[in-house]
C-alpha cells in the first residue's frame, strides 16, 4: 500500500507549481524587460495570467486546509509563500512529502 498524497493536496501543489512559475516569470522576466530595457510587452500578459494563479491557488488552499485539516499557522506559511519568489516550491518541500511526482 503506497501512501499517496490525496487529490486535492496534488491539486494544490500543481497550482502552487504555476503559481509559483508565474511570479518568477513575472519577477524575471516581464518587470526587467519592462524597467532596464522599456519593453512593457509580456507585464500585461503575464501579469493577468499571475493574478489569476494567485485566485486559483488560494481556492485550492482553502480546499487543501479543509480536506487535509491544516491549522492557521500552515495555512498561513502557504500564503507568505506565495508572495516570496521560490516561496511556494519551498513551502512543498517542508511539507516533507515532496509533492506529487513530475
Known amino acids: 500500500m503506497t501512501n499517496a498524497p490525496s487529490p486535492t493536496l496534488t491539486w494544490f501543489f500543481h ?4 503559481e509559483g512559475l508565474s511570479l518568477l516569470l513575472l519577477f524575471g522576466v516581464a518587470m526587467p524587460l519592462k524597467y532596464a530595457f522599456g519593453n512593457p510587452i509580456l507585464v500585461p500578459f503575464v501579469g493577468w495570467a499571475h493574478g489569476v494563479l494567485v485566485f486559483l ?8 486546509a479543509r480536506v487535509e485539516g491544516w491549522g492557521l499557522v500552515r495555512v498561513a506559511a502557504a ?7 521560490f516561496g511556494t516550491f519551498i ?10 511526482p513530475g
Open 79 to 85: 500564503f507568505v509563500a506565495s508572495l516570496v519568489p
Open 57 to 64: 491557488y488560494l481556492i485550492a488552499l482553502q480546499s487543501v
Open 91 to 100: 513551502f512543498e518541500r517542508r511539507l516533507g512529502a515532496g509533492g506529487p
Open 15 to 18: 497550482v502552487a507549481r504555476a
